[in-house]
Structure formats: structure tokens, C-alpha cells
């Protein structure tokens, strides 16, 4: 399964390269660097695609037809340029389905991670200051680990914050991971390898 920005669409290959899948996303003016983020494909073979540039999270029938979606709030605030922690907006990165159904959402430079259920009312959230010490900035993956902790990249946030961080449901720092002269400020993507058990990717 690839995604592509700019044309916007997924297709699926198989391993010779032949096309075998080509699902054409709805993106009224598209743009390379923007069309989508991450995109997942859900076990009931639906795709769920992050729209970055849209600020919303759209679940995909194969067919093209849009079964769901939801807009990142931006909660009264107002839109701020940049990419640091200083900056604001919904430019959505990363989206998991849950076993119970429901949606976790990385929000971009809204800095933020939230948990909506199918109805599209936020059940869980995680905001730029509760972590004690912490600063999230531009909050892009997301994963969950077989025992429910969350990893979450934090990018953009700057020579004192870390990059990747694993949480727990009541929002307790377990692990991080800070290596500003190696990786610097523009960590976007990271991935948890090795775990045991069954992880919601």
C-alpha cells in the first residue's frame, strides 16, 4: 500500500509492481506536502487517511467514498505560524483505530492528542503541557503497544524536549527518547520494534 500527495490517491502492489488497488482521495486543491500524513489500512479494508492540509481524519472505502470523518478542532483558538511549540493549528498527522472502535488522532501543531469515538466526541485527550517537564510541539505518530501505553513523536520542540515519548493511559511518563545532536529538531517519524504481542499500528 502506498499513499501519494499531490495526485492525491492509494494504491495497492503487488510484489512485481503490477497496480492492483487505486483509490482516488477527495482533496479539493492538492499539494505534495500536504495531502495526507500517515494513512493506515483498517482491518476491514477500509483506509484511514490523515489530511493534513484539511485538518481532518477520513476513513475511506475502497470505492473512494468517504464512510467517516472528523475535524480537528482548533477549540476557539486561533491559527499560529510555525512549526515550534509556539505555533497552533490542526494540521492532523497520525490516526489509529482502536479496538473499541474508536479514533486516536495526532494533532499536528495542535499539539495534542485526542481519542473520539465514532459519534465524534472526545473521550481521552492529551494536551501540550500535562506532561510534567515536557513540551509537546508538532505531535506526529502514534502507537500503541500491546499493554495500551502510547508512543507519540514530538517534533519540532526544540534542544530540551525529547522526540519520542511512551505514556500510559493516565498520562504517566514510562519512557523518552532525546538525542537532539543525532536527530535535531525534525523527527517526524519513529516506530517501536520488537514488542511482543499484538500492536495496533
Request: aromatic share 6%; glycine share 10%; net charge positive.
Amino acid at each position: 500500500m502506498i499513499a501519494e500527495s499531490g495526485i492525491p490517491r492509494i494504491i495497492e502492489v503487488d510484489k512485481s509492481g503490477k497496480l492492483l488497488r487505486q483509490v482516488k482521495l477527495q482533496v479539493a486543491n492538492p499539494r505534495p506536502h500536504t495531502d495526507t500524513r500517515l494513512v493506515r489500512k483498517l482491518a476491514n479494508d477500509n483506509y484511514l487517511v490523515c489530511h493534513e492540509s484539511l485538518g481532518v481524519v477520513r476513513e475511506y472505502h475502497p470505492s473512494g467514498k468517504i464512510v467517516w470523518e472528523y475535524r480537528v478542532p482548533l477549540f476557539g483558538k486561533k491559527r499560529r505560524p510555525g512549526h515550534g511549540p509556539e505555533a497552533f493549528g490542526n494540521s492532523v498527522f497520525a490516526a489509529v483505530r482502536l479496538e473499541n472502535g474508536n479514533t486516536l488522532i495526532s494533532t499536528g501543531n495542535g499539539h495534542s492528542v485526542l481519542e473520539v469515538t465514532p459519534k465524534k466526541q472526545i473521550v481521552w485527550s492529551l494536551k501540550q503541557n500535562e506532561l510534567p517537564g515536557i513540551t509537546l510541539a508538532w505531535v506526529t505518530t502514534l502507537q500503541v503497544l500491546p499493554g495500551g501505553n502510547i508512543v507519540i513523536g514530538n517534533c519540532h520542540a526544540g534542544p530540551d524536549q525529547p522526540q519520542i515519548i511512551e505514556i500510559t493511559r493516565d498520562k504517566k511518563v514510562v519512557w523518552t527518547f532525546h538525542d537532539f545532536e543525532n536527530f535535531g529538531n525534525a523527527t517526524s517519524n519513529s516506530q517501536v520494534i520488537g514488542v511482543k504481542g499484538r500492536t495496533l499500528r
